[in-house]
């Protein structure tokens, strides 16, 4: 078996993602619009899916290109299928699956102190509950972003398995391998490090149908969960989010292109031999998690409320 060199090693060539057909959830906003908007202006023909039709066609007309919107909802087995189906009707193949679609249930009761231990105390027992209405604090986080994940990617196999290099990127969260106590979630971060291990058991069941499975964890990126939307691309990030990434190396959140960059590599040429990985894209924040311990920061850094 020669290993010979396939595509070019120009750039057009090496990541050119033109002619595949991509499924984007949550593709509607935040991470999700900017990958689905990569993909579209390279050539692609992309299905964003999302809850909201108007939110998707809004992301639709500003992205512009070969670009279809399906009304959908990961959280059901029923609403995974129904995505699927949709996708089958227009299409007999898909090359790309993006699962982006994601959500945090935050604290229902907060503390301002994370070293006060009455506080903390309090948080943890009374700041999660099992019923309270159809979103509950558990099963919303892993019925969204575990169940989702699984019950979509399985029912795209038939689709992926007729592609020249299927491959699924599962956009997981840096809350998934970090212990962070000021940012997120304590649902988020389980549910999240779910999807990671997801990712991999995905990985090893699709090996016989050779369809790649990577996973990429974020950091703090612009988001409907770290700020408001101010534009196409543009959020005003909320006041926690804003501090906690300046203790990334890079010192700010990240940008849409910096996220938009390693997906397209994974469904590309150039990231065709990339399988059961997971990239960090956190600008070094998860590094800082580490490197940071009982070394006094700069005050605009800190996120816990009694610093302001």
Known sequence: MAAEQHVSFKID???????????????????????????AVNGARVYIV????????????????????????????????????????????????????????PWRVMAKDHNDADQVENMLINGLEEWVTITEDFDRSNQINVMGVYFLTVNFIP????????????????AAIGNQRSMGSLT??????ATVHLAKLLAGRLHPMQIRVNTICPGIFPSEMTGTTAGKHAYNINHQAKRAAKRCT????????????????????????????????????????SINDGIRMPDDTYTDEILG
């Open 250 to 289: 890079a010192g700010r959140p990240g940008r849409p292109e910096e996220m938009v960059g390693p997906v397209i590599l994974l469904s590309s040429a150039g990231g065709a031999y990339m399988n059961y990985a997971l990239l960090t894209v956190d600008g070094g924040r998860l590094m800082g998690i």
């Open 159 to 174: 689709l992926l398995r007729k592609s020249a290099d299927p491959n699924v990127c599962i956009i997981a969260s840096l």
């Open 50 to 105: 999302g809850r909201r039709q108007e939110t998707l066609d809004t992301a639709a007309k500003q992205i512009g290109g070969d670009i279809h919107t399906i009304q959908g909802d990961v959280q059901t087995k029923s609403g995974c299928i129904q995505i699927v189906e949709a996708v089958k009707s227009k299409e007999t193949h898909i090359d790309t699956l993006i699962n982006c679609a994601g959500v945090n249930s």
């Open 13 to 39: 060539e090496l990541f050119s993602v033109k002619g595949k057909v991509v499924v984007v959830t949550g593709g509607g906003s935040g991470l999700g619009k900017a990958i689905a908007e990569g993909f």
């Open 188 to 193: 988020y971060g389980i549910s999240k490090a």
